[in-house]
């Protein structure tokens, strides 16, 4: 299994709705990411959870909330968003060995999230 | 800081035909990683290939190669035999080794390939 399965979809949100997108591997991997990407450009990284230990903050808003409640699942709980923030949300996941670090990251299919 | 660049926002080619799509990067890090992914219209992004810092020899995975030059800071995607269904984004990016905190890929801007039958 190669997988990394991202819900819901899609998803249309008010700016005064609270949601969460989810994020689930079985690879056994000890790094998980969430990246934001808008339309024609390129992914950029929000957050990355190594051994489920929040490890890089990409100076995102504190309206983005992710949480990492095991070595398998990740979320991205999202409050008060802005119609800005609409974008393709990807997951993604990777092996990580201790003093390495060149792994490749596995992506899921995202979540197109729209904020009215 | 790291930086990658893709001088080619856009390229065509003819179905069956190879085709080279450009990135240079630049970074102090003496051990780093190059990926390139390719991302259909459905969102996902598929890894292709792989080239780190000291690896001697160029990468190749089924039809992709990448042209690794180490002095030019240069890790072009070559793909050979174009197929309709190469039609897509391709990311270069590059992995800055951070142990044990998961690390960071930098994405270049992005080269839209489309392939003529």
């Known amino acids: 299994d190669t997988e990394v399965t991202q819900t819901p979809k899609h998803l249309v949100m008010g700016m005064t709705n609270k949601k969460s997108l989810k994020c689930e591997q079985h690879?056994?991997?000890?790094?998980m990411y969430w990246y934001k990407q808008k339309a024609k450009k390129p992914p950029e990284l929000m957050f990355v959870y190594s051994y489920e230990k929040l490890s890089i903050n990409e100076s995102v808003p504190s309206r983005f909330s992710p949480e990492c409640p095991n070595s398998s699942l990740l979320n991205l709980h999202l409050h008060a968003l802005q119609p800005e923030d609409s974008a393709l949300y990807l997951c993604a996941s990777s092996q990580e060995v201790p003093g390495f670090g060149n792994e490749k990251l596995f992506f899921g299919s995202g979540t197109q999230l729209s904020v009215l | 800081a790291q930086k990658i660049t893709q001088t080619q926002p856009g390229m065509f080619v003819q179905e069956k035909e190879a085709v080279t799509l450009d990135c240079t990067y630049d970074?102090?890090?003496?051990?780093?990683?190059l990926f390139w992914y390719k991302q259909p219209s459905s969102g996902e992004m598929i890894f292709l290939i792989y080239q780190g810092s000291y690896d001697q020899q160029n990468a190749t995975e089924g039809r992709y190669s990448l042209n690794f030059q180490k002095a030019r800071k240069s890790a072009n995607l070559v793909i050979s035999a174009s197929q309709l269904g190469d039609s897509a984004m391709y990311f270069c990016a590059m992995r800055e080794t951070l142990y044990n905190q998961g690390g960071k890929l930098i994405f270049g801007q992005g080269t839209e390939l489309s392939v003529k039958p």
């Open positions: 970074t102090s890090d003496p051990s780093y990683g």
């Open positions: 690879m056994g991997h000890r790094a």
